[in-house]
């Protein structure tokens, strides 16, 4: 396991998740430079692969998402992909982790298809500033992303570092059962591990990989990175309300909700990225309850905590933190920050990263 000290930037961690995501439609450049611009130690890129096996950064695989009415689930979509006609026949249907939905995703189409794609806010409905960037940007590669960074550390100096997510791994590695369509066959470990050697973008104190899913990290750290000579951080991600899709696959589903094997994962892993609530209980009013033992118990096996995520908007706090009653308007997230600070948490996951990064430096 990678030493945490020798990985500290400067603690706890401020990673921009989609990017500065609260200012800019998730996952694009423009989002991405700002959250560095605004001081962000890490920014996060959830990745998925095209037919030809290119890494792109998109928070699903399902570019856009119809309703059963043929309406667009816009909180499910973030390309305009549903507005032009010449991918109408990629309209499909598929199961994915468990889940039917009906749409348009990015294994059916070609890195230069993808390219003639337009970005757009995700919820308008809680970020209705960020609709005027509608249709300005395209959909970044993960090497777009590492090449922007780079360039960043060696315009400021700041060596800010990349924090990329793998997503759906079973679904793309895709072993002929999992779907009725053609066999995927793409290991995005392996993409992943391709795209950070040919960017020369190896130093550990400036990568975390993520994943929901298990397998997809110990085959990282017992066979892709060994093979390419590097040892870079792994976080393990966790949701109080879904097991591990590869966990299910196997027959062998675990309950994060239930006792932590924290020695198993300090075997692969070099830390924990659970949701906030895991880390910090509330109760009904959403002040702190009784004291979660996961941050203490992570720490003792020496594995980082890394919680997600973080947003400014009332929504998305805990109500004790919510001011008025408008879901849209910002609320008191550096209240937030400060109790999960105060617990000994080294990481957060934001999509305020400037918001967060003035209470760490207050």
Request: net charge negative; proline share 7%; aromatic share 8%.
């Amino acid at each position: 396991m990678a030493d945490a000290v020798s990985r500290s930037i400067q603690r706890p961690l401020v990673i921009a998740h989609r990017g500065a995501s609260a200012y800019r439609p998730e996952h694009t450049l423009a989002s991405y430079q700002l959250a560095l611009e605004m001081g962000a130690d890490f920014v996060e890129p959830d990745l998925v692969a095209t037919r030809d096996g290119v890494l792109v950064c998109r928070h699903e695989n399902a570019l856009a998402i119809l309703r059963e009415d043929g309406s667009v689930d816009r909180e499910w979509t973030s390309t305009d992909i549903f507005a032009r006609p010449e991918f109408a026949d990629r309209l499909c249907r598929k199961t994915i982790d468990g889940q039917t939905i009906r749409g348009w995703f990015s294994e059916d189409l070609t890195l230069a298809e993808i390219r003639q794609l337009r970005c757009l806010e995700r919820i308008p409905h809680l970020r209705p500033g960020n609709i005027r960037w509608d249709g300005k940007f395209t959909i970044p590669t993960f090497a777009e992303v590492l090449a922007l960074v780079q360039a960043h550390a060696e315009r400021t100096g700041r060596l800010a570092g990349v924090y990329p997510e793998t997503k759906h791994p079973s679904w793309f590695l895709d072993e002929g059962h999992f779907h009725d369509g053609p066999r995927i066959g793409l290991c995005l470990g392996e993409l992943l591990i391709r795209d950070l050697l040919a960017a020369a973008f190896l130093d550990p104190s400036r990568v975390f990989i993520q994943s929901f899913e298990v397998s997809n990290l110990r085959d990282l750290k017992a066979r892709i990175m060994p093979a390419a000579g590097l040892d870079l951080p792994l976080i393990q991600l966790m949701s109080p309300r879904h097991a591990p899709w590869d966990s299910l696959l196997s027959g062998r589903p675990i309950d994060w909700r239930g006792p932590i094997d924290h020695e198993g994962l300090a075997r692969y892993a070099s830390g924990l990225g659970p949701e906030r609530s895991m880390a910090l209980p509330r109760d009904r009013a959403g002040r702190p309850d009784a004291a979660s033992s996961l941050v203490s118990e992570a720490h003792a096996h020496g594995l980082d905590v890394h919680v997600w995520t973080l947003r400014g908007e009332n929504h998305f706090l805990p109500l004790v933190h919510r001011r008025g009653d408008a879901p849209d308007v910002p609320g008191d997230l550096a209240a937030e920050v400060r109790e999960l600070w105060a617990i000994g948490v080294d990481g957060f996951f934001t999509d305020n990263p400037d918001r967060v990064k003035g209470v760490l430096k207050a």
